[in-house]
């Protein structure tokens, strides 16, 4: 069933919470006093969002972080076992209420603006605690998985998949750049609704719910073939190897060092990796790691070998 945008309402200043800066410029708000900020990976928080649908209530993301934060009401009663990477933001702690018209670009911005709603905190901490979402804690394919399964991307395409569009390839190609959503619509002439929406379906297509994973699965299955670049492949110890099967969907967390496990320690050694390769995104680290050939078996024959076209 496609996810349908939701129209935002034309909101007055009195339909805003009081937190909400009247004026043009991002000012701080306090956790905990004005609202209960749960902290979310990007990578988590846009399959979340959409499964929480029109249930959602005041969301900012950040591209430059990669972390969102979904507003709950300041009074509300808190699950305790919140998933790796979540954290819910100390009583005090200040964060940027960007104005409301501040709805895109690298910095703080809102994905979900105040005034629609507001979010359940039994919803959000179920639909985080969905193994789908998860990107280092999906179990291993079952025997005879189903065409949506729901396992970490292996290297070996499925038998026979199921073509993508021409519209899906181009916009999966450029996704390997590192380009962003809206990146990728200017460059394409789309509306970046039509981006995303083709991206959830590549994503469901392969069971692949993060960007990284969907590089995975347009790689391995050799719909794409990674951008060329002319930097050399740095000296990556086993350990850097390990973190990028992980964060490729190839291997689950249990691959990893210990001192990694927990989420937070691996998204900053993401980070690194991504800084040493000059990479602009997690897909497009996945996709110089293809292009690098480092992970053996993550870009399938016909892609390396150039055979595999764009429409």
Same mark, same amino acid.
């Given at each position: 069933? !496609? ?8 909101? =007055? ?10 004026? =043009?410029?991002?000012? &701080? ?24 649908? &029109?249930? !959602?209530?005041? *969301? ?12 709950? &009401? ?19 702690? #200040? ?6 018209? !501040?709805?895109?670009? /690298?910095? *703080?911005?809102?994905? *979900? ?5 507001? !979010? =359940? ?6 639909? /985080? ?8 804690? @999906? ?19 499925? @038998? ?8 899906? /390839? ?8 590192? @380009? #962003? ?19 959830? =379906?590549? +994503? ?59 989420? +937070? ?12 390769? +000059? ?5 497009? /680290? ?19 070998? +150039? ?5």
């Amino acid at each position: 069933m !496609t996810t349908r945008a939701r129209p935002r309402p034309v909101l =007055s200043r009195w339909d805003m919470p009081h937190w909400m800066p009247d004026s =043009s410029q991002t000012l &701080p708000a306090r956790c905990g006093e004005d609202f209960t900020a749960i902290r979310v990976p990007a990578d988590l928080a846009r399959p979340a969002l959409t499964a929480l649908g &029109p249930r !959602t209530g005041p *969301v900012l993301a950040n591209k430059t972080t990669r972390t969102w934060h979904f507003l709950l &009401p300041s009074d509300s009663i808190l699950p305790a076992d919140w998933p790796h990477g979540v954290r819910v933001m100390p009583k005090g702690r #200040s964060i940027g209420i960007p104005p409301l018209t !501040t709805t895109g670009g /690298l910095d *703080v911005h809102w994905a *979900v603006p105040p005034g629609q709603g507001s !979010t =359940s905190p039994a919803d959000l901490h179920r639909v /985080l605690r969905d193994p789908r979402l998860l990107t280092a804690r @999906a179990a291993p394919a079952p025997a005879e998985p189903p065409a949506a399964a729901t396992a970490p991307v292996r290297a070996a395409a499925p @038998a026979q998949p199921r073509p993508l569009t021409s519209a899906q /390839l181009r916009v999966g190609q450029l996704l390997l750049t590192g @380009a #962003s959503d809206a990146q990728i619509a200017e460059e394409l002439g789309l509306p970046v609704g039509i981006v995303r929406r083709h991206l959830t =379906s590549i +994503g469901r297509r392969f069971g692949a719910p993060t960007a990284a994973r969907r590089a995975t699965a347009l790689l391995a299955g050799g719909h794409v073939s990674p951008p060329p670049v002319s930097m050399l492949a740095p000296d990556l110890a086993e350990t850097d190897l390990a973190v990028l099967r992980v964060l490729a969907g190839l291997t689950t967390e249990d691959d990893l060092p210990e001192d990694l496990r927990p989420t +937070g320690l691996f998204l900053d050694r993401v980070d690194e990796l991504r800084e040493r390769c +000059g990479a602009r995104s997690d897909p497009h /680290l996945i996709a110089l790691v293809a292009f690098w050939e480092l992970l053996p078996n993550l870009i399938a024959p016909a892609a390396a070998s +150039g055979k595999e076209q764009l429409p």
